[in-house]
């Protein structure tokens, strides 16, 4: 499991950070942490040029409970969804994945009832006519290849169908890849949550944002 988040990490921030991070979690994060979360959002309405067809050789579908052999993959990329993605599907979440033929190339995972940031352990009702992305994977395979904007279009063409006019999602920063994606989607910052430990005591500070930083 270590060997696998490492890799991950490498993948995700590059060597540097990923020292960093290894340091920061077996030293420091014991006694005191401090997380920042970048907060953007996308208006749907706003959104119908960015919302393009389906590129060439892969097809989209929404993932169900009986969709056993994509949910594996999802479960094996995604440590915190191991065992519940399916009964989150079953209460009416939504999991839209990017296929290559029968392989799936990456999901983006959507909650329509709550915004939900495991790594900072927090949780809040959404209102109605807003969704939340909670996890969006593109496999390492299939990176670089522009999938991981056109997932996001076909799952805010999804959304907005569905009558969402607002679509959020958060990145920790630093997170150039997941900053890049969110931009190129068409999403805009909105502001940041810091989630602070120290030894037993916890808080969060939000602060909004105008602008990119």
């Known amino acids: 499991m270590i060997f696998r988040r490492i890799r991950r990490n490498l993948e995700d921030y590059g060597l540097g950070i990923t020292c960093r991070k290894c340091l920061t979690y077996g030293l420091i994060h014991p006694i005191y942490r401090r ?11 706003l959104q119908s040029e960015l919302m393009a067809p389906e590129p060439g050789t892969f097809s989209f579908r929404s ?3 009986f969709n056993e052999k994509a949910l594996a993959v ?6 915190w969804l191991r065992g519940n993605l399916s009964h989150r599907l079953a209460q009416g979440g939504l999991c839209i994945g990017a296929l290559d033929g029968e392989n799936l190339a990456g999901f983006n995972l959507v909650n329509l009832e709550t915004l939900r940031i495991p790594l900072i352990n927090l949780e809040r009702p959404l209102r109605k006519g807003r969704a939340w ?7 390492p395979q299939y990176r670089h290849k522009g999938l991981a904007v056109a997932l996001r279009n076909v799952v805010a063409r999804e959304l907005h169908d569905r009558g969402i006019e607002f679509f959020y999602g958060a990145a920790v ?14 999403f805009d910052p909105v502001g940041t949550v810091t989630y602070i430990r ?3 005591r916890e808080r969060y500070v939000l602060h909004r944002l105008r602008s990119w930083t």
């Open 63 to 65: 993932l169900e409970p």
């Open 133 to 139: 992305s909670e996890q969006i994977t593109i496999l």
């Open 74 to 79: 999802v479960e094996q990329q995604t440590e």
């Open 173 to 186: 920063v630093p997170n150039p890849a997941s900053v890049r994606l969110a931009r190129s989607a068409g």
């Open 35 to 45: 997380t920042t979360c970048l907060v953007y959002r996308s208006k749907l309405s």
């Open 198 to 200: 120290f030894l037993a």
